[in-house]
């Protein structure tokens, strides 16, 4: 008798095991790749936009820091002020149509997530970016584990994401600038020592012929998950840009934490970056 009630219960705790563990799966699912929502009715933009205008992008259908993004964004703001741009937030994909897309000079996609684009919007989008817009990707924005839209990750971001470490999550860690004179970089010296979630990516852009701007030193910081190394060896890319047709594209893989829009060397960063995308600074992208 006891033997029979011993079986049911152990019966019982692994069916109860199971779901639990369904669940748990279910809801990383929804984290890591998200909800399908995408809006068809776009913004109302403002009557009057100056000649630089950004448009500053921070929809999540999938995993999302909202203190890290309003943080990105308050940041994103001010530098277009004390720059004397035009800066429209949003987190509306149907703002991506053509004749909305032609009054921004360059896009920024603040920690973005997840599948966020109907298909004629996804049109638009890369119709913008190879006909001279700009983009500005950050941390989030080329940290999905899984892309259904592959001209995103493989042509416009470049590299795959594979994962951050866990153990723990936040480490301090070098970056190598490979490139002083970009405007992205050129306040940032030759070495750079932050905190950050560091992300790893399948291969380096570097392969793709992507413009490396900066490197991070694997020996300064432990690039493991719980149970598994996800180091890329000496040659680990965390910003870099490319000309895609004729469109500047611009990718950093800093800023996880609301705290890091607060540092003055990753705003200076950011400015750079926008600056060059907008196509105000530095060397274009002709083809």
Not at 67 to 87: E, F
């Amino acid at each position: 008798m006891i033997k029979r009630i011993v079986k049911w219960l152990s019966l019982v705790l692994g069916v109860l095991i199971l779901g639990f563990m369904g669940f748990a799966a279910f809801g990383l699912y929804r984290v890591y790749y998200g909800k399908h929502i995408y809006e068809t009715v776009p913004p109302e933009l403002p009557a009057h936009l100056n000649a630089t205008a950004i448009l500053i992008f921070s929809k999540t259908n999938g995993f999302r820091e909202d203190d890290a993004v309003r943080a990105c964004n308050a940041t994103l703001a001010a530098i277009a002020r004390r720059r004397g741009w035009s800066a429209v937030l949003t987190e509306n994909g149907a703002v991506f149509n053509p004749p909305m897309l032609r009054r921004f000079k360059a896009t920024v996609w603040n920690n973005t997530s997840g599948d966020l684009l109907t298909r004629d919007q996804r049109a638009a989008f890369q119709d913008y970016i190879e006909s001279g817009g700009g983009f500005v990707g950050i941390h989030g924005a080329g940290g999905d584990p899984r892309y259904d839209w592959r001209w995103y990750v493989e042509t416009l971001i470049g590299a795959q994401f594979k994962g951050h470490p866990l153990n723990p999550q936040f480490q301090r860690a070098t970056i190598h600038i490979e490139d002083p004179n970009d405007p992205s970089t050129r306040a940032l010296g030759e070495t750079w020592s932050r905190v950050d979630e560091w992300y790893s990516f399948e291969n380096s852009p570097r392969k793709n012929g992507l413009h490396i701007l900066a490197t991070l030193d694997e020996r300064t910081y432990s690039p493991r998950m719980v149970w598994k190394d996800i180091a890329m060896g000496a040659d680990h890319p965390i910003i870099w840009e490319h000309c895609v047709g004729k469109g500047r594209v611009f990718y950093s893989a800093l800023g996880h934490a609301a705290s890091t829009y607060r540092e003055p060397l990753h705003i200076a960063e950011l400015e750079g970056a926008i600056a060059w995308a907008a196509g105000l600074e530095g060397l274009g992208c002709s083809n």
